[in-house]
């Protein structure tokens, strides 16, 4: 079976052309205009193609939304938070440091790692993405210089965006890492990269985790994913090293692959940016 083969539900309580009704009634929606692709009719299934990705916090899952005997359709892609018993916690403090709740019981119930803790962190990760995504899609409709996929809810632990890819064969686009390309085409994502870094400080935050990982490559755009560490540089202590990390972290990979790309100017320029210095 192929990773656009659904098999069907034998549950009558579902709909006979997939796995469940669309779950858009009851979450939480992405910035408005809209693009015309997202699905919102109460009428529209929701069917899983299979798992895209699994990572330490949160599988990555393809659907397919649709309204039955029509061709409107939308390829998602739900990211899943792990709950508190099976995620890793290991890298939390450093960024959540500078997120705060109102409650001190539930400020005392994440520090201390609880069950009740892991969970709050949980619904911070997810919510922490989803508003991110939310944030830079606007930056990027305005001025086209970052590119994140379009964030179509949320509901508890679950992000549904717009799947990065080939919404005909189910295919993800590559990673960066992926990537096989020659000078001219390096010369441009690293332009890309650093007008889309240069909107992240402007707005004072930091993607986090920027690795050569988390970008994909679709259609000639650098699209940024994997957002749910997204830091506040002003309020984060660390804020100024998180900037900084991101850009050794890409510039890295460029600079292996012959490109002469210089990370001090770049992080100096990012922190003035930023209004750190």
């Not at 919510?127 to 899609?137: I, V, Y």
């Not at 606007?138 to 992000?159: A, H, K, M, N």
Request: aromatic share 8%; charged share 30%.
């Amino acid at each position: 079976m192929s990773r656009l083969e659904p098999a069907l539900s034998e549950d009558p309580d579902l709909p006979g052309e997939g796995d469940r009704w669309s779950t858009w009634d009851g979450a939480l929606h992405g910035p408005e205009p809209r693009p015309d692709w997202v699905r919102t009719e109460h009428g529209a299934v929701d069917t899983e193609l299979g798992m895209l990705k699994t990572g330490k916090e949160a599988d990555v899952f393809l659907v397919r939304r649709h309204v039955p005997g029509t061709d409107r359709v939308s390829m998602l892609a739900a990211k899943r938070y792990r709950d508190g018993d099976h995620r890793l916690f290991h890298r939390d403090a450093g960024y959540l440091e500078g997120r705060r709740v109102r409650r001190s019981r539930e400020m005392r119930a994440m520090t201390n790692r609880t069950t009740f803790g892991k969970q709050m962190i949980a619904g911070q990760w997810s919510a922490a993405e989803f508003d991110a995504l939310g944030r830079l899609w606007q930056i990027g409709q305005e001025g086209g210089q970052v590119c994140v996929p379009y964030p179509v809810q949320l509901i508890g632990t679950e992000v549904m965006m717009e799947f990065i890819g080939d919404w005909e064969t189910g295919e993800a686009a590559p990673r960066l890492a992926q990537v096989r390309a020659g000078h001219d085409q390096l010369e441009d994502l690293w332009s890309q990269m650093t007008e889309a870094l240069s909107v992240l400080a402007r707005a004072q935050v930091a993607h986090g985790d920027l690795s050569p990982y988390n970008t994909m490559v679709h259609d000639g755009r650098l699209v940024m994913i994997d957002l749910p560490q997204i830091i506040d540089v002003i309020a984060n202590p660390r804020g100024g090293e998180f900037i900084a990390r991101d850009v050794k972290n890409v510039a890295g990979w460029f600079r292996q692959r012959g490109l002469p790309v210089d990370e001090t100017e770049l992080i100096d320029r990012l922190l003035y940016e930023a209004g750190l210095r």
